[in-house]
């Protein structure tokens, strides 16, 4: 086989389909995907989210912004959440949002957004998943103050985060919140507090070149040595080698 990265960037180039992914979330009913500009103009969508906005097709939604779809107040969350990424370049993990059912009613659903960046490296998009939580959302189990309380976590990893804190935050004893992190993540609070702080620390040593120790600190770690155990623990890597991997 000729050089791995030529090989995959002819085929790539011979497809004619850069949105072909498309096609399989198409078929997931569940499941909504959409790719925006940095002016949060639509540029794809989905089928799934064609329909739950009403519209007659998907080309109807190209140049249109959340506003023009969706209820006020989820459009504005939305707004937030892309104007956080265009800035930081980050992406945004399994974010608890209200989102449209089939039959118009709002729920919720977890979603995720990756900054899309062109040949030179800069930021120009974003692509967008959510799935829908219809059990849990339909029996009370996610609410805007849980939401709230998983926006918090996100957003102060770099400080110490007690679970009877984030549980009065939410409006719920520390035995309940654990209930529903357990019923939405299968994971209880601590774990998974420490999967998106170990999610945090990958991305910091994959991206950029602060020291280990900074790093640590940066995801809410106690110190380089804590960040080092746990990170082992979880990916059999040391941050060094792991960022040493990710940068090959």
Known sequence: MTDKREWQASFMHQLGQGLFVTALFDRLADIVFSVKDRHGRYVWMSETCVARCGLASRQVAVGLTAFDLFP???AERYRRQDDQLFRTGQPLIDSLDLTLYP??????CLTTKEPLR???GQVIGLACVSKDLVEPSRTGMVDEGFAEAID????????????????????????QFDRRMKKLFQLSTGQYLQKIRI?????LLADGTAPIAQVAQLAGFCDQSSLSRQFRQLTGLTPRHYRRLARS
């Open 72 to 74: 006020e107040p989820m």
């Open 152 to 175: 918090y976590m996100h957003a102060h990893l770099a400080m110490p985060l007690r679970v009877d804190e984030l549980a009065r935050r939410s409006g719920l004893t520390g035995a």
């Open 103 to 108: 039959d118009r009613s709002t729920g919720w």
């Open 118 to 120: 062109d040949a030179a």
């Open 199 to 203: 999610d945090r620390a990958a991305k």
